[in-house]
């Protein structure tokens, strides 16, 4: 079978929560415009969601069920765990009914169950891996997945796929924005921004700890995941020039942003992507970010932002100070030029003809 230009393809959410909840964070904007992309290209697409997602403008197959719990919350060493009526099995009963319509099925979920079920499928499965390694039980069914089925695990990161310790390389799919919701900015004003999840992980003590010694204020933007976390970060910088703006809209967020000199990034886990990242630099905003993760393969050192040591606080005061060094169009050129709808359309466009062209390959049906 000579794979047409054009796809039918079956997307699978993740279950942490119905679309448009936030509650499947940076996968849900991911599945969001990558869907949006295949359709705008003419492919044919179905997206299998938790119950209770509101997307009206994208074709949803809406299934109930007990939602799973996060990854992050867990052990490394945890067992797999399903509550009774769960959504991701549910999910994916539907999804082995339908194969049969469909070229290619895509998991956005990360969890053990469609890895496992992928064998037992007829139809080709392809996996996006949406964050650093954190269960030894997903990590074993990933490894023996990439050697059983080469090209079908896809990353954002080879960072992020480094966490793994894969033996064999495995596609990288960056991620992307829609730009047009994006305003440029020329002129900022003399503060910065920190926007994430307020939870341990994101080191948002280390940006305030920046702001309070350069004494340029810091505007937070984000939803409190960790009440605790925040409290103690007011404790311990009572004179730190912050402000808190709570969770705002991608249209309130940029705006706000946009109007920073820069974007204090400071994660102390592998971020697996971040966003947030692109969506700086599609302000015009300079990012400041750890040699670390997902955003060490973005911002280019010196031209669009500065990589600083990791957890180096100092480090991220010399950055604040040489900020004029940067061109901020020079940002918005790499939002506009890598991460645009259109380039992370091609990268998954590429990505799923190469699986079905595999597959006509070792002559699967
Ligand atoms: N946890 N169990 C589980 N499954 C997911 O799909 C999942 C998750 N935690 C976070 C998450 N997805 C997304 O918010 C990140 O992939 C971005």
Do not use: I, K, T
């Given at each position: 079978m000579t794979v047409s230009a054009k796809m039918k393809l079956l997307f699978v959410s993740t279950p942490?929560?119905?679309?448009?909840?936030?509650?499947?964070?940076g996968v849900e904007l991911s599945l969001y415009n990558i869907a949006q992309e295949m359709i705008r290209r003419g492919h044919q697409l179905q997206i299998v969601a938790p119950a209770g997602s509101s997307w009206n403008d994208l074709p949803l197959v809406q299934i109930p069920g007990n939602l799973q719990i996060i990854?992050?919350?867990?052990?490394?060493t945890a067992p797999i765990t399903m509550p009774e009526n769960s959504l991701l099995a549910n999910m994916w009963d539907y999804t082995r009914q339908v194969q049969?319509?469909?070229?290619l099925i895509v998991n956005f979920a990360y969890d053990w169950l469609p890895f496992y079920l992928t064998p037992f499928f007829g139809c080709a499965i392809a996996h996006l891996v949406s964050m650093g390694s954190l269960s030894n039980a997903l990590d074993q069914i990933i490894k023996q997945l990439v050697k059983q089925f080469p090209g079908t695990i896809g990353f954002h990161t080879q960072t992020q796929a480094a966490t793994f310790a894969l033996e064999q390389e495995c596609p990288y799919l960056s991620n992307g924005i829609d730009l047009s919701l994006y305003d440029f900015c020329s002129e900022p004003k003399q503060q910065l921004a920190w926007v994430g999840r307020i939870a341990p992980e994101k080191g948002l003590e280390d940006a305030v700890a920046a702001s309070q010694s350069t004494n340029i204020p810091l505007k937070v933007m984000g939803k409190i995941q960790d009440e605790l976390y925040w409290q103690k970060i007011c404790q311990d910088y009572p004179n730190a020039p912050l402000e808190y703006l709570g969770f705002l809209s991608t249209n309130q967020m940029q705006q706000v942003m946009g109007e920073c000199r820069a974007l204090l990034m400071t994660p102390h886990w592998v971020e697996a992507f971040g966003n947030v990242t692109i969506e700086s630099l599609a302000c015009g905003v300079p990012v400041i970010s750890y040699r670390r993760g997902g955003p060490a393969e973005i911002v280019q050192d010196g031209k669009t932002g500065f990589l600083v040591e990791p957890d180096s606080v100092p480090g991220l005061i010399d950055a604040i100070a040489r900020l004029d060094e940067i061109n901020r169009y020079t940002c918005r050129q790499q939002a506009e030029t890598e991460f645009s709808l259109q380039a992370l359309g091609d990268r998954f466009e590429n990505w799923f003809h190469k699986i079905l062209d595999l597959r006509c390959d070792f002559g699967n049906s």
């Open positions: 942490v929560g119905p679309l448009g909840s936030g509650m499947g964070g990854a992050q919350s867990q052990e490394r049969g319509d469909y070229d």
